[in-house]
């Protein structure tokens, strides 16, 4: 199982960005998807989950700027990121919680993508 993310990058504050994560691979269903992420110096710290069928979750520093979204068919999250402040600074983090064809619960977790906001 794999998760690919995109879409990170250097914007100015104010800006807006849009995180990707496709998962591939011997999947048999996805539970939770979500999003991570670690500035430096700093724990890794939830950002935005959204269940298969229940309700998304925002940590309280992105709430009102962020918004998470899924394409169950296409396995794959978003996150859309407006109003970008320089705290956002981090390194952001793919997960998701699924079940593989041979029946395994697993956590799985992208590679990181970059997200720098500065002027």
């Known amino acids: 199982v794999q998760l690919e993310e995109s879409g990170g990058g250097l914007v100015q504050p104010g800006d807006s960005l849009r995180l990707s994560c496709a998962a591939s691979?011997?999947?048999?269903?996805?539970?939770?998807m979500g999003w991570y992420r670690q500035a430096p110096g700093k724990q890794r710290e939830l950002v935005a989950a959204?269940?298969?069928?229940?309700?998304?979750n925002y940590a309280e520093a992105v709430k009102d700027r962020f918004t998470i979204t899924r394409d169950n068919a296409k396995n794959t999250v978003f996150l859309q990121m407006n109003s970008l402040k320089p705290e956002d600074t981090a390194v952001y983090y793919c997960h998701a919680r699924l079940v593989d064809i041979g029946g395994n619960a697993l956590d799985a977790w992208g590679q990181g993508t970059l997200v720098t906001v500065s002027s």
């Open positions: 959204i269940p298969s069928g229940g309700r998304t």
């Open positions: 691979g011997s999947i048999f269903s996805i539970n939770a």
